[in-house]
């Protein structure tokens, strides 16, 4: 995995100012290229032009990130102080949120939600600070627990957090106890309350009546140890590994699919009109989604394998790509979602963010028919509370052009020479074998996504599947 081991992380130097909205200029228009005259103080708009202002990258929602990590040096002490705590015992997605929280990704948030941020995040999609301003907070980070453990846990102020084998994780101090409504949070997340979604299911429906909230330390980092762990790089590490590239500007491309040549020319597109802007190093952060996904998404293991292919491949450049995984467990919540996406970028240092058709979406889970409208997110995006900083990039659709065999933007005065080859006839295709129109993925790339497939079929016909190298 050399390919992708040697994109590590930092911040850019020079942040951009942006009209009132926070759309930057449309990807399909020309752009003249930018002043790149710099300034200090804050971003100014001048003339109605987008300029390059000098200084650090831009700063975490609050101002700094919170990292809720135990010192090394107490870490014993507070490991034996968790033993002795009424214990509530987490599962796999609780520990993805434990690792969101403790890394600083929903900066400034200091742990579990308390009911007061938690109705913040589900009534209005912020979250008020100290200093009276508003960071984006669009989905719920709660903790769960049922009538049994509210009834342990009693009077008591704090308590800890442990994984199956009730090793100790985390403790939770200052601890509040509320009620869970899961109607009012699932209607209210998603929009709908109809059955069949897959976070809900997974983690919604069978948990407990009541939430508790309270500020984390997390006793030692979290790990998987799934051989990927040296890619979860966390918004501090991010941030220094941009400002080890000199990188000016950083732009966030979220994904929890396999990478094809339509989204490389999104990405490639991108930079080169970052250049045309005045921006000297713009860097990719190239960011799979790494926590919990639906069944039929590809495993995270199979998508970093075919995502090395293609910096191997040289469909996107190493020098100028930083490949991480993103831990965040996946909603499917649609504009909802997309908010919690780009807000956490911000905080690992990205100034600009990449939105395409329907983000965070999936198909009805009744009817034939998305859940979301496809332009609702860059829309949300673009007007959010507590994302104003944040330079929102709407890409334009690509497709397989007939007449130059390879992905290009879709040209409308032309549409008989493009084919739209959707996930499901991507994933047809893989599992039969069968190649795609030369162009459309690179070939290592599309390679892996066969061997998945051949892996899945092997396993129904009683095989078992070879394990992915890591």
């Given at each position: ?26 990807l ?6 930018r ?27 609050g ?8 010192e090394?040096?107490?870490?014993e ?7 002795k ?10 520990i ?32 008020r ?47 509040e106890?509320?009620k869970?409504?899961?109607?009012e949070?699932i ?12 976070y ?13 909230g ?27 590994e ?28 991108t ?5 045309e802007?005045?921006?000297?190093n ?11 996904t ?26 100028t790509?930083?490949?991480s ?16 996406h ?14 395409g ?6 198909g009805h889970p ?6 979301y ?48 080859i ?46 992915v190298p890591?």
């Open positions: 995995m050399a390919a992708i081991t040697s994109l590590s992380l930092k911040i850019p130097s020079k942040i951009q100012s942006l009209p009132k909205t926070h759309f930057t200029i449309p399909n228009l020309p752009i003249k290229t002043s790149t005259r710099f300034y200090s103080g804050s971003p100014r708009i001048h003339s109605g032009s987008t300029r390059i202002i000098s200084g650090l990258l831009i700063q975490p929602d101002g700094k990130l919170v990292e809720l990590f135990v090394e040096s107490q870490r002490l507070k490991r034996e102080e968790a033993y705590l009424p214990q509530i015992k987490v599962n796999k997605i609780d993805e949120w434990v690792h969101v929280l403790s890394e600083g990704w929903a900066s400034p948030l200091k742990g579990f939600m308390r009911e007061n941020e938690y109705l913040q995040t589900l009534h209005f999609n912020c979250i600070i100290d200093d009276g301003s508003f960071v984006n907070m669009s989905v719920p980070i709660v903790l769960a627990i049922d009538d049994l453990k509210k009834d342990e846990i009693g009077g008591v102020t704090s308590v800890a957090l442990v994984d199956d084998e009730n090793n100790p994780i985390a403790i939770l101090s200052d601890i106890i509320y869970h409504n899961k109607e949070r209607a209210r997340t998603w929009g709908t309350t109809a059955p069949g979604l897959p809900v299911d997974e983690a919604i429906t069978h948990a407990g009546n009541w939430l508790i309270g500020d984390l330390k997390v006793i030692d980092p979290v790990k998987y140890h799934d051989g990927l762990d040296r890619f979860r790089l966390s918004p501090a590490e991010l941030r220094d941009f400002t080890r590239r000199n990188a000016d500007a950083v732009f966030a491309f979220q994904l929890r699919n396999p990478v094809h040549n339509g989204h490389a020319l999104l990405m490639t597109d930079r080169r009109r970052l250049l802007m005045g921006y000297k713009p860097i990719l952060l190239l960011h799979p989604l790494g926590g919990y639906k069944a039929d998404d590809v495993p995270l293991h199979w998508r970093m394998k075919q995502h090395e292919k293609v910096l191997e491949d040289g469909v996107l450049d190493p020098e790509t930083v490949v995984i993103f831990p965040s467990p996946m909603h499917y919540a649609g504009p909802t979602e997309v908010q919690w780009a807000k956490a970028r911000i905080n690992a240092g990205a100034n600009f963010y990449i939105v058709r329907d983000p965070a979406g999936m009744l009817e034939k028919r998305d859940l409208d496809a332009d609702h997110g860059k829309k949300v995006l673009s007007m959010a509370p507590g994302l104003e900083r944040l330079n929102i990039l709407p890409f334009r659709v690509a497709a397989y052009d007939k007449t130059k065999n390879g992905m290009a933007f879709f040209d409308p005065s032309r549409p008989q020479d493009f084919i739209f959707s996930g499901t006839k991507m994933r047809t295709l893989a599992k039969n074998k069968e190649n795609p129109p030369d162009g459309f993925m690179c070939p290592g790339g599309w390679k892996v996504l066969v061997e998945y497939y051949d892996s899945l079929a092997s396993a129904e016909n009683g095989r078992v599947a070879e394990p890591s």
